[in-house]
């Protein structure tokens, strides 16, 4: 995605929130930061939240309404506590923040995204002026975030449907390529081991199966795979050995008594 992202808040009345906030923009890249009408005192608390977000708390446009601030954007991201499906209430028809990365990932230009003030959110007049609502599933009873925290969920989830690709982006977590050639020579190992042990015949394909659902809930890598084939493989070298010594001292037995 390359349209460039700005952090519109509407009456914030925590500075606390809006240096956090701050922060979030420089953590996920946004271009800038504009504060609608705030009722904050954007002052120490706020710089002190801010960390290294600072500069976008010195360079945050102010703007007197929603539509000041969005006249210079292609497309406006409102946010909603309240989702609904009915067809016909179009007023708070919306995404998942997931959703929303991936129908922003193609674009170019300027996308607006607003947060309302953290007593009673957007007001009907200003979720009409959005060209997209995006909801975060909570629980029903207490479905209303921080505003803090409702910026960074969908920065996120904005940030991560960039992909992998993006330059400016920290390493994801790698991805993680199945091996089910792996998975049977390890299985095979566990069978094997459970046969030399002398495990219950009757309980072995149970306990097999067992290992096989715990692998495929884990789903380990092919160098995890093989670092726990190394472990099976030195305690098939140790019964080796055990056993070796074991057989060299029944001959030597059998060759006194012979004596």
Request: hydrophobic residues 40%.
């Amino acid at each position: 995605m390359t349209a460039e992202l700005d952090v519109v808040l509407v009456r914030p009345k925590e500075d606390g929130n809006v240096g956090a906030v701050a922060r979030l923009a420089r953590n996920f890249g946004a271009a800038r930061l504009v504060l609608v009408a705030p009722r904050a005192a954007i002052g120490p608390e706020a710089s002190r939240r801010a960390m290294a977000g600072v500069p976008f708390l010195e360079r945050a446009l102010r703007a007197p309404s929603l539509g000041a601030a969005a006249a210079a954007a292609d497309l406006v991201v409102g946010t909603t506590d309240l989702s609904t499906g009915r067809s016909n209430a179009y007023l708070r028809r919306s995404v998942s923040p997931e959703r929303l990365g991936e129908l922003l990932r193609p674009l170019t230009g300027r996308v607006a995204l607003v947060f309302g003030p953290e007593d009673n959110g957007l007001s009907r007049t200003e979720l009409a002026r959005c060209d997209l609502l995006v909801h975060i599933p909570a629980r029903r009873e207490f479905p209303t975030l921080n505003l803090s925290h409702a910026v960074a969920v969908v920065l996120y989830a904005v940030h991560r449907a960039r992909g992998p690709a993006d330059p400016e982006s920290t390493p994801a977590p790698e991805e993680i390529e199945l091996n089910g050639v792996e998975r049977e020579l390890f299985l095979a190992r566990i069978d094997g081991l459970l046969a030399r042990t002398r495990y219950p015949a009757h309980k072995r394909r149970g306990l097999i199966l067992l290992f096989r659902r715990v692998m495929g809930r884990s789903t380990p890598s092919e160098a995890e795979y093989r670092m726990m084939l190394g472990l099976w493989k030195s305690l098939e070298r140790e019964l080796d050995r055990r056993s070796h010594g074991g057989e060299q001292r029944r001959l030597a037995t059998r060759a006194r008594h012979r004596a």
